[in-house]
């Protein structure tokens, strides 16, 4: 086909296997990577890196640019906003510029490069996929900043596709349930890292309740879809004829959402909660 798609966040995971199911329905993928080896990794026929990191705005200047003046002169046909990082801890200890770099990446990048692709996306009536997450609907503890981007993206999201659905721009949200990637794998070791530089105050009232959400994570991890699965979903979703506004990844999305819309918050509040966090010490 002769279009482009752009994927961010494409050195690993979702996003490197998305990449890699577009190009091999014959879409023209520009590949969003931050390093010279995770481009050469990615580089294959159909698939063509560039230097994204969505938080510059030289790098973002620079892709429009590459958009506006395709060789080829092919038009956008969708962009997946996929790019993310998750550093988790709780919202007492997590660092404030951790919060606000979670922030930077997940949200602000995402709208960057969205703002600097809608011309294009306007002349070819295009398409804008947004990666979100179970956990902007239920937020694990621990999961605060992480899941408060995904949040807000999808709220931008709601917003965004009720202001360009006159323009003929689909906006759709794919919010993505367990799935084993490299980022995943490395979340609970992590939170793990950041516990032991807690205070001694601070071990004593979330030690416990940190150390099981990741082991709670881990088992659940294992039962997780693989990427190359989440990326046919998402490649299906980036050119159906008629998309939804709402898409899951994984069976465990398409039980807990329902669930967490079913049962009281208390509730969920107990099934979501280890059963051994501390108050503060008498």
Do not use: C
């Not at 793990?192 to 416990?208: F, I, N, P, W």
């Not at 959402?257 to 108050?279: A, E, F, Q, V, Y």
């Amino acid at each position: 086909m002769n279009e482009l798609i752009l994927v961010s966040g494409a050195s690993t995971g979702i996003g490197a296997a998305t990449a890699r199911a577009l190009a091999t329905r014959g879409f023209h993928v520009l590949a969003g990577v931050r390093r010279d080896d995770d481009a050469e990794a990615i580089s294959a026929e159909g698939i063509e890196p560039i230097r994204l990191d969505v938080t510059d705005p030289a790098d973002v200047a620079a892709l429009r640019a590459r958009v506006d003046a395709d060789p080829h002169s092919r038009p956008l046909r969708a962009i997946i906003n996929n790019a993310a990082i998750e550093i988790n801890a709780p919202v007492e200890v997590l660092p404030l510029e951790i919060w606000r770099r979670q922030f930077e990446v997940n949200l602000f990048g995402h709208i960057a490069v969205t703002q600097s692709l809608l011309p294009a996306l306007r002349k070819s009536r295009g398409r804008i996929v947004n990666i979100s997450s179970v956990g902007a609907q239920i937020a694990l503890p621990i999961y605060g900043a992480y899941a408060g981007t995904k949040a807000a993206f999808e709220a931008a999201s709601d917003a965004l596709r009720r202001e360009v659905a006159a323009q003929g721009i689909e906006v759709v949200i794919v919010r993505s349930g367990g799935v084993r990637t490299p980022m995943a794998a490395e979340s609970g070791p992590l939170s793990l890292r950041l516990a032991e530089q807690m205070s001694a105050e601070h071990s004593h009232l979330y030690g416990d309740l940190i150390s099981a959400t990741v082991a709670f994570q881990a088992r659940f991890l294992d039962r997780a879809i693989t990427a190359e699965r989440a990326a046919r979903r998402i490649a299906q979703v980036a050119i159906a004829k008629r998309p939804r506004t709402t898409y899951t990844l994984g069976p465990d999305a398409a039980l807990t959402l329902p669930l967490n819309r079913l049962l009281p918050t208390r509730l969920m509040d107990r099934i979501l909660t280890p059963r051994n966090p501390k108050g503060p010490t008498p």
